[in-house]
Every structure is written in structure tokens, then in C-alpha cells.
């Protein structure tokens, strides 16, 4: 109540009414000498265009197709290198949503409401030490800003007013996050604002063709006569042909005339109005506005063409409308939650584009310019920080080296010799505990990142026999179930690409990890370098089990589809389960839940073993000594191998023994 009195007070005291309500200052009035038409006042507010978006097809389109991409992806806290942190309390949060609401909903209806009105706030609930616990999003045209009346040429709001709820929210629990509006510094700018002028012209084009078919098609028309009628007949010709002619009664009625009368049809021709030609400009300056390309509107034919087309409309989408979305609102939450101290240095808030497959890029083409920048002399770090190959700065990476063919004959330096010296029993224990720590501690990481990616795996082909399911139809007496979809459309060869990006960047990882190991068993002080033809070995080689993992895919689905078949189940019961049989999506999870380990460790080793038989070669190592067992996975073969010493050749052939082997080898000299 006092805080009523005072504002009260305040607006009597001669100020204006925006200088406490800055949100007014760029808003149309209901009522004022200057607009009439209440069809253009109606739709020139928030509830104007959350109408348009409830009822015109191309603003209702533009915007389901950008909330529904961004929607489902995760919202988390990462290191300064892009690590995840799952347990954060912030990424909790942003997972977590409200009691109401999931993630994906909340992120959605942000969404939703920031193109609509060019803005949305996210009203942060606190616990009761004041540490935010959930999340609700209002709607902006119920939101007041309050600004901070001691910087009235900074401009900073100090707190938030919910419509109705009559308590004010501070600044610190409110996220604002708004399109730039060169109008005010307090609200943002929708986007249907730039394409109003073409949805009136085509909301009434409709219109227009509308009530022309209401009218059965005709046009208006004017009756004439050779001689002039007094104002009594003109009264009842008109009554007459009104009562007997008009609406839907009198569509199919042969019209009379008496003598002397006739019909002139008032219509204009179809190239005065252009009415067609009109409605498809409106459209375009809608998705132009928007930011999504035609082919996705589902404009004409264009929708339906080539598979490349429309993943080059897919790929302008992201790069140009979605992604800086999403850059945006990581932004905005990492200053919220860094002013707010609960983020720490170096901490900020991404968003998980890993499943987004036209942002994904291919390591090998970067490989090979890699490998053509670091022959010309470029410095590793210079070629990490161009291409970002995802390794970091090395020690020695601030240095470029050529290649001794283009230095003259008398002044190429000798060739990096070996020390000779005898690998004995603790110094190959030493050896096995590097390299093993090395490997278990990459195989945690590789472990997560692969249970993830076998979840969105799972996620996208339950998707996928979900689409195949329609109502039941009846033909004729007999009732018939949509048919079963086949696994192979289920699961395609792309949906494991990004398995196979972790595989290949883990074995560049671990081929970094293990270089300055190599080096002191070899005595050599080579820098590493991602071109080497042992770390190429390594990647090249980390999909040759991609395809036993696709066809252990395609084979489970493949019986649960037998399975299905089996029992009569429709595709609902396929993908969801019944009678205590798992669904597709839970079987695929329930296939890897205990094998994103093993495949992390037997990867870490095969990657680890080339790379090592590619350095041992390079300096005219012949034999190896085994570094095998003692550990709480290791077989009897594991334990009588230990310590052995084989050939090179024998090692690259049997570098792992059984699944979460953690077999490695050291040189063994004469």
C-alpha cells in the first residue's frame, strides 16, 4: 500500500507516467486521435501477434520451426575448454526447470514468447538461503521494469513487477533476455513487426476471397433499366431480389429479369488487385523476418526437393537464425550467473550443439590442412588456434619447422638418435603405470561422452518409429494397424557419426597424452605434432569398429521388431513397451548401459597400440616388452605375457587381449 502511495505521489508531483514506467515509452495507445482502425491497433501489441501466431499459418510456421530446434537442446555449465559439468548446481537448474514445466517446454515457450514479443523473463525462485531452485518464464507484455531512478542516464533496472502478483521481483532474480530495440533500452523488438504491413495485405486478401465464396462465387453486380424507376419501385426491386436471391438459399436460383432490366457485374480484373502474387511477397517477408528459409516454410513444390537442398536450408537455418539465438542466450545467462558469483572464473553457460549434425564438422579435412600448414613451417599453436583441432596449445608449439629437403645438403642436422639404454623391470613398471593412468583416466571421460551420445542415439530412433505411427483406418469392416517400420530405417549410417567423431577425437587425445611417454622411452625429444603419420594411424583406425557396433544396433531392433511382430503390437507398444517388455528406445539404452566402458577402454587401447607401433618404427625398433596383467581385468594370457618380450610386428597384431584390456608395451634393446 505505501508503495502505491508513493508511486502515486510520484506521478502527481508533475513527472510523466513513462519516467516510472519506461516500458510505455515505445508502446502504441488503445485509444488516440491519430489511429482508427482497430483491426491495425488490435495486432500492433503482443496480443495482437500472439493472435497471428495462434491464427495466421506462415507467422504460427516461422516460429514452431525455430522453438522446436532450439527446445530440446541442453543447457549446462562448462570449463573454459568446453567440459561439461553435469553436477554443477546452475546446470541443474537449467535442467530441471520448474514442478510444472520441463526444460524443453520452458526453453520452448521462451522462445515462443521472445519472437512474438521480442523478449521473454525468466523469474528465478530461491530457496530459503536464497540459492535459485527453479526457473518460470512470464509472459513480456506482464512484465513492469522498474529502473534505477539514482542513474537516469545509465539505465539499469532495479526491479521487476509482475502483473497481478503485487510484489516486486529484484533485478538480481529476473533474466531478460531481449531482441535489440533501437526505440527503448528496456524492451525488445519482435520480429512480426518487420512484416506487418504484408500480413494485414494478406489477412485481408483472405479476406476478400473469403466472403467472394461465401457469396457462391459471385461478384458484385448492379441491375439496370431503359427507363427511370420512381423511388417506390427502386424500393421494391431491391426488397425483391434481396428476399429471393440473397444468402445461402438463394446460391443456385436462376435470377429473372422483367423487360428492360439487365446486369452489369462490378468486379475489377485479377491484374488490378493481384491478390495471389500479393499473399505469396507476404509470406516471404514473414520467413525473411523470421530468418527460416522457404524450403523449410513449406513453400511450393521447393519443399519436396532434393535431400541436399534442404539439408543446405537446414545448415543456413542454423548458422544464421538459430545458432546466434543460442549464442545470444548463452550470453545472457553466463553475465547473469557471473554477476551473481555463482558461476566461477572461467565457468560459463553453453549450449550442447553435439547433436545438431549440419554444425558438425569432419576432423580429418582439418588433418590434412593441418598437416599441409605444419610442412610450409606454421607453428603447431597457430595451426590449433585457426582450425581449432581441439588439442590446445602445446610446449613447443610456438615454433614452426621445415622439412630437411628444402635446407641445403651441408647444413641438415643429424637425425634424433636413440639412447640405448636397458629397459629394466621398474622403469617398464613405470612405463605401464604412465601409460595405464593415462588411458583410465581418458576412458572416464570417453565413458560419459559415449553414454550420452548412445541416449540421443536411442532418442532419435524412437523418434523415428514414432512417426510411422497413424490412426487406425477402416476399410471397409475390416480395422488395420499402421505396418511395423523396418530397422533399417529406423537406424541409418549417419546416426553413428557422431560416435565416430568421438572415437576419432579421443584417439587424437590420447596420442597427445601419451607423447612425452613415448619420448622418454625412447630417448627423444620429438614435439608432437597431430600430423604424424602414427597419430594419423591412430585415427584412421578408430572406425574399424563402428560397424560391429552398427550391426549390434540394427540387430537388437531387429528383434525387437520380430518380437513385436510376434505379440501384435502396434508401433505405439514398439516404442513405448508392454507387458513388462522394454520399448525400443529402452532397449537401445539398456544395450549399451554397461558397454560405454568397455568400448572406451578397448578403443583407448587400439588407438594408444598404433600410435605406439608408428613411433617404435620411426627409430628401427624391432622388439617390445610386454606390458600386461596385474591389474583387476587382466586374464591368465594377460598374466603369463607380462613382462615377455615380442616383436614389433607380434605387438600390432595382438595389442589388446579381451575387452577392458589394458595391454601396452615398452621398447626392448639388445
Known sequence: MLDRIRRAYRLLSGKSVSTYYPDLRSRDHIVGTGIIDVTTTAIEN?????????????????????????????????????????????????????????????????????????EYFLEEVPNANGYPVALWVRRPDQVIVYPDATRPFYPTPVEYEVIGMHERIPASQMIHDPFINPLSVWRGLSPVSAALSGIKLDIFSQAHSLNFVKNAARPDYAITTEESLTPDERTRLEQRITDKYAGPEGWNRPMVLEAGQGIQVLSFPPKDTEGLAQREVSRDEVGAAFGVPDILMGFGNDSYDTEEKRRGAEAALWTLTLLPLVQRRDAVLTWHYQRRGLLKPGEQITTDLSGVSVLQEDILPKLEAATKLWAMGVPYNTIEERLRLGTGPIASGATGYLPSSVVPADMVPPLPTVTRSIVTKASARKTAEALRRIKLEMATRMERDLTKAFAD??????????????????????????????????????????VFGIFKRYALDISHASWETWNTQLGVDLAFDPADPA???????????????????????????????????????????????????DMIEATYANRARTIARTELTYAQATATVGRFQDVGVSKVTILDGGSEDSDDICNQLNGTVQTLGWYAANPIQHPNCVRTAAPHFD
Open 46 to 118: 503482443y496480443v495482437g501477434y500472439a493472435t497471428l501466431y495462434r491464427s495466421y499459418v506462415w507467422v504460427h510456421k516461422a516460429v514452431s520451426v525455430i522453438a522446436n530446434n532450439i527446445a530440446p537442446l541442453t543447457v549446462q555449465v562448462t570449463t573454459g575448454n568446453k567440459q561439461a559439468i553435469p553436477a554443477h548446481p546452475i546446470s541443474l537448474l537449467l535442467n530441471h526447470g520448474n514442478d510444472s514445466n520441463d526444460p524443453a517446454k520452458l526453453w520452448a515457450v521462451c522462445m515462443v514468447y521472445k519472437l512474438l514479443g521480442g
Open 457 to 498: 542415439l536411442a532418442a532419435t530412433v524412437a523418434r523415428r518409429a514414432s512417426k510411422a505411427a497413424v490412426p487406425y483406418h477402416q476399410n471397409g469392416s475390416v480395422i488395420t494397424k499402421a505396418p511395423l517400420p523396418k530397422a533399417t530405417d529406423l537406424l541409418t549410417a549417419d546416426d553413428m557419426d557422431a
Open 535 to 585: 597419430v594419423v594411424a591412430a585415427i584412421k583406425q578408430s572406425g574399424d569398429r563402428i560397424t560391429g557396433i552398427t550391426d549390434t544396433t540394427l540387430q537388437s531392433i531387429q528383434d525387437r521388431l520380430g518380437y513385436a511382430a510376434e505379440h501384435d503390437w502396434s508401433i505405439d507398444q514398439f516404442v513405448s513397451g508392454a507387458d513388462g517388455v522394454p520399448g525400443l528406445r
